[in-house]
């Protein structure tokens, strides 16, 4: 089993923490981990060559190319945040700007319909049920099959300052989460509600008179 985790921000505070403590119970199933840091992305800058013409001409590919072929050969896709401001920190959506053109309007990777996502968020106060939901969103977009979100207000800036009993609480759900991902590596298909946005798509790509990039794609991979 291989995981990719992309971490939100680099500073390895609870959202961070709450995430290692995923991998460790997952290290028993685990053949290799990779970890990315989204502040070493830099911003898209609206060129549309990953859409008209090939990814590969991206500006920035020499750093978001390696992550996301990471991402293609994964079982496991962890994307972590600590809240800010109500939702995911910039330097992610940084990087969820540059997968643009893997959404399943677009060109979808065809081994997504078979992995499973971790969107992980925590906060001080309010707001880290939104957050994952808006990386679970992102996750749905590129057509993975089953997300799991995972979300504490933990009451504290920092990790070390988090209550004795609120850890132990974090730490038992994350022992639950960890045991319902285990039982779905490489168990887990496409949902009602992907299976009508792919067939949606798909009509759609019938009849694609402005992209034939991502008309190709579809073709290639066997879809019209």
């Not at 990087?95 to 053109?101: E, I, K, L, P, V």
């Not at 800036?157 to 991902?181: D, G, P």
Request: some cysteine; aromatic content about 10%.
């Amino acid at each position: 089993m291989k995981i990719v985790v992309l971490h939100g921000q680099n500073h390895m505070g609870s959202t961070y923490r709450i995430t290692k403590l995923l991998l460790n119970e997952l290290a028993k199933k685990t053949d290799s981990v990779l970890e990315f840091q989204m502040n070493n992305v830099k911003p898209c800058v609206g060129c549309f060559s990953c859409f008209i013409k090939d990814e590969t001409l991206c500006p920035q590919y020499s750093v978001v190319g390696p992550i996301i072929q990471a991402i293609e050969q994964a079982d496991i896709i962890i994307v972590e945040s600590p809240t800010y401001c109500l939702g995911m920190t910039g330097q992610l959506k940084t990087f969820f700007d540059h997968m643009a053109y893997r959404w399943i309007t677009h060109r979808p990777h065809a081994s997504m319909k078979n992995k499973i996502g971790v969107a992980i968020s925590t906060t001080a106060g309010i707001g880290a049920k939104g957050t994952a939901k808006s990386i679970e969103r992102q996750m749905y977009y590129w057509g993975i099959a089953k997300t799991y979100r995972i979300s504490f207000t933990v009451s504290s800036m920092t990790w070390n300052e988090i209550k004795a009993e609120k850890k132990w609480t974090i730490e038992k759900a994350i022992q639950k989460s960890s045991k319902k991902i285990i039982r779905k590596i490489r168990k887990v298909k496409p949902g009602i509600k992907s299976r009508l946005m792919f067939n949606m798509m798909k009509s759609a790509q019938k009849g694609n008179q402005w992209n034939p990039v991502d008309r190709k794609h579809w073709e290639e991979n066997g879809w019209l």
